[in-house]
Structure formats: structure tokens, C-alpha cells
């Protein structure tokens, strides 16, 4: 659901001192499927779910099964994901989720 990448999401994030996400982030080679924003270096993303209230493709029968066989994806690839209403993202959750995997990131490169 981005529109540009420096959107209101890019801003707010910038705001956070969080790194800047890539928008429209495609995770996987073999499938189309891109996830709205992301942090590949930590496997961190978010999507925006649009459509909720207007019968949109996320919250029809096959749009709905996709999403799951997408999200199921992402999970086996190491992924982390937070789906949010483009009105009601929790930026504390995506600051200190953000956090956390650099934190991991940051030990596991020092182990290695």
C-alpha cells in the first residue's frame, strides 16, 4: 500500500530514528509477493491492510486465502510481520520491535 517512499510512514519513521524501510519489498524469488514496508537486514515488516471496511481484496474469500499463504511464507523465511489499518499503526510497537531486532542483529554479528 505505499505510495511513494517518502510517504508519511518514511517520515514518521525518520522521526523515530528508525532506518529508513523499504517500501514494496519483494522477499522471496520465486513468488510476486512484496511486503509494504520492510528492514531486510533484520526481517522486519509491515503491512498496511487496506480495504477492511470496503469489501477490499484483503477481506474476501481468495484475497484473504493469498494473504495467508503469503503471510505463512514469511514466517518460514524468518520473517517477522506487524499488519496494521493505515489509520491505527502502533509506532510504539514498530520502534521497539525495531530495536529489538537490531539488538539481535548486532549480537549475532558479534559472535560471529
Request: net charge positive; hydrophobic share 35%.
Amino acid at each position: 500500500m505505499p505510495i511513494k517512499s517518502d510517504d508519511m510512514f518514511t517520515r514518521i519513521c525518520k522521526s523515530l530514528k528508525i532506518e529508513k524501510p523499504e517500501p514494496e519489498h519483494k522477499f522471496v524469488k520465486d513468488r510476486r509477493w512484496r511486503i509494504d514496508y520492510a528492514w531486510p537486514s533484520i526481517k522486519l515488516g509491515v503491512e498496511l491492510e487496506g480495504g477492511i471496511y470496503t469489501k477490499g481484496r484483503h477481506v474476501r474469500g481468495k484475497g484473504y486465502a493469498n494473504d495467508m499463504e503469503k503471510y505463512n511464507r514469511m514466517a518460514e523465511e524468518g520473517w517477522c510481520l506487524l499488519r496494521y489499518e493505515p489509520t491505527k499503526i502502533d509506532w510504539k510497537q514498530i520502534e521497539r520491535l525495531y530495536l529489538l531486532c537490531k539488538i539481535a542483529e548486532d549480537r549475532i554479528n558479534h559472535l560471529l
